[in-house]
């Protein structure tokens, strides 16, 4: 079975700093997708970034990048020039062509003006 | 990308009684999905919903307690039956994008007094 871990439940940044949240993964197949989404209080889940496990490269998304090690199966995130905006729940997802959707546990991110 | 529109956003229930949730995408769909959010907590997949076909239940979740319609490709119902307060939760529909990625209505919140 496939599992997503969020090992870090509470992280904080001071605005306009760097901040990564972690996120472990384990699977057997070689193709699959990951993904961060973003929850705000609003409650609307927000796709950050996606990466296909087929490339090498590491996706970005302005402030938003990723660190995909497919050996290691980790895959975290950074966000460069924190704002006040990106104060949310932060989840990690996994998931197969065949496969639907899998979550870790979720990083509350806290960010300090 | 999908639009999704959700119905309640919220509401307060009284145990025993049954909530029918609703969920329109903007877009013919395949697949919808059907998630639960305990407080504080991750995702849980309760169904996948196919058009035309019975619901695919999750372990833990069963058709009793958790009808779902899926009368076309651009809406589905979740109704949660004989409400107790553990079923107080976050409810959300998610679709599939093209890209693999999940999109998500704005969910509902019930509470079960």
């Known amino acids: 079975a496939q599992t997503v871990t969020q090992s870090q439940p509470e992280m904080s940044v001071q605005e306009a700093e760097t901040v990564t949240l972690s996120c472990t993964y384990d699977?057997?197949?070689?193709?699959?997708?990951l993904f961060w989404y973003k929850q705000p209080p609003s409650r609307q889940m927000i796709l950050v970034i996606r990466q296909e496990a087929y490339k090498q490269q590491n996706a970005t998304e302005n402030r938003f990048s990723v660190n995909f090690q497919k050996a290691a199966k980790s895959f975290s995130l950074k966000i460069s020039d924190s704002q006040l905006g990106d104060a949310a729940m932060y989840f990690c997802a996994y998931r197969t062509d065949l496969n639907d959707m899998r979550f870790g546990a979720g990083t509350r991110l806290t960010v300090k003006p | 990308s999908a639009v999704i529109s959700q119905k309640p956003s919220r509401d307060i229930c009284q145990r025993g009684t049954s909530l029918t949730i609703q969920c329109q995408v903007d877009s013919q769909v395949t697949m919808m999905f059907w998630y639960r959010q305990q407080p504080g907590q991750s995702l849980t997949l309760i169904a996948t919903a196919n058009q035309g076909s019975e619901a695919t239940y999750e372990s833990g979740f069963v058709i009793d307690k958790f009808p779902i319609s899926r009368p076309n490709l651009t809406f589905s119902t979740l109704t949660v039956s004989n409400m107790s307060p553990e079923d107080s939760s976050i409810y959300l529909c998610?679709?599939?994008?093209?890209?693999?990625?999940?999109?998500f209505g704005q969910g509902t919140r019930l509470t079960v007094v």
């Open positions: 998610s679709v599939e994008g093209q890209n693999t990625e999940a999109f």
């Open positions: 699977t057997s197949e070689s193709d699959y997708y």
